[in-house]
């Protein structure tokens, strides 16, 4: 089973700021819809941010909630995809989760917590 490694959660006050790191030895991410979703306690996991590679350039996608706060990006010499997020809200508390999607492939990390809190 191919293994994504998230790493960069944590605790943060409101207004605050964190950066997800996602990694994967086993697939290359340059040609796989990289994805970050999160769950928060009682809820559906939802998309937060989506990049895409096609023939015409890289796109990235990005929930209502997280437009001009959260950035995704892809490092493709270290194989990394990353989520920075920032003026962090206590309604962005989850847990979130890395997320590669190429054809019928569909790969999810382990999650890594995120909590916003006073």
């Known amino acids: 089973q191919v293994q994504l490694v998230e790493s960069g959660g944590g605790s943060v006050q409101p207004g605050g700021s964190l950066r997800l790191s996602c990694t994967s030895s086993e697939i290359p991410f340059s040609i796989y819809v990289m994805g970050w979703y999160r769950q928060a306690p009682g809820k559906v996991r939802e998309l937060v941010a989506e990049?895409?590679?096609?023939?015409?350039?890289?796109?990235?996608d990005y929930a209502d909630s997280a437009k001009g706060r959260f950035v995704i990006s892809r490092e493709n010499a270290k194989n990394t995809v990353y989520l920075e997020m920032n003026d962090l809200k206590p309604e962005d508390t989850a847990v979130y989760y890395c997320?590669?999607?190429?054809?019928?492939?569909?790969?999810w990390g382990q999650g890594t917590q995120v909590t916003v809190s006073s």
């Open positions: 997320n590669a999607q190429f054809s019928r492939l569909n790969y």
């Open positions: 990049m895409s590679t096609r023939s015409d350039g890289t796109y990235a």
